[in-house]
């Protein structure tokens, strides 16, 4: 496939988000149309795939200095299950970590207020509220949260106090000897922003229940565009930009 080919593929993921490449063959005819379609209007004037690379440039570039990271990483090393155990994805309506999961092999559930837009045959979406999760105490082998739990009850509601409710409930539906995995914030200092927190170490352990236990974490911080693990001690100040997470695995 020719580089030019190959681009207008690539283009499809934001404007057609349906099968490509060979995949494509055996699409419904209606599916085959549309990317017809699409291929023949970005031919004739290039303006969906010019779009489409300003797009993937303003959105993408800053990928390599987001926590994403580090934080995605840190789930997938630390999860110390098997499949098909069952896991429940906290959050994560635009993230790929329940999709991942699935196809790994894992029983996998997402819940989001939001829903989740992909789907397989090893995935489960619920839309639900963090602080009243509707699954019987005791449903899941382990529980990942990456960078979610810092905006539970602060988008309307602005309670500050949600998320150490939300703890209470992902540790509720996890079953004895599970784990929870999760990412957020951190800085020296607590902070709070119109829809975040920005967790300090002291506010952690105020928002873990008894009944956890912080088995081990690993802080990151950022210099510039790269991210760094620190000790604790070298946790930076929050001064307006997101410049170190706390990534961290609990126990029941």
């Not at 098909?84 to 790929?96: E, K, Q, T």
């Not at 902070?191 to 975040?196: A, E, G, P, Y």
């Amino acid at each position: 496939m020719s580089d030019d080919n190959s681009d207008r593929d690539r283009s499809l993921d934001l404007f057609f988000p349906g099968p490509r490449g060979n995949a494509l063959e055996d699409a419904p005819l209606g599916v085959r149309a549309r990317a017809a379609l699409y291929r023949k209007v970005n031919k004739q004037n290039g303006v969906l795939s010019s779009l489409d690379r300003w797009l993937r440039t303003t959105l993408d570039q800053p990928m390599t200095s987001r926590e994403r990271v580090v934080e995605y990483p840190y789930v997938y090393n630390h999860l110390d299950i098997d499949p098909p155990s069952s896991i429940l994805v906290a959050g994560g309506a635009r993230s790929p970590v329940a999709y991942t999961l699935a196809s790994m092999g894992y029983e996998t559930t997402v819940v989001d207020l939001d829903g989740y837009e992909l789907s397989h045959r090893n995935l489960t979406s619920r839309a639900a509220d963090f602080t009243d999760l509707p699954f019987d105490t005791g449903t899941f082998d382990a529980i990942i949260s990456v960078s979610v739990i810092e905006h539970v009850g602060m988008y309307s509601e602005d309670d500050e106090r949600a998320d150490i409710r939300a703890f209470e409930e992902l540790t509720r539906v996890l079953s004895d000897g599970g784990e929870l995995l999760f990412t957020t914030p951190f800085a020296k200092t607590y902070s709070t922003l119109s829809n975040s927190r920005v967790y300090s170490w002291d506010r952690i352990q105020e928002a873990i229940p008894d009944e956890a236990s912080l088995s081990e974490y690993q802080i990151y911080a950022r210099e510039e565009e790269d991210w760094f693990p620190v000790d604790r001690d070298d946790t930076p100040e929050f001064e307006g930009t997101l410049d170190s997470v706390l990534c961290a695995k609990l126990l029941i």
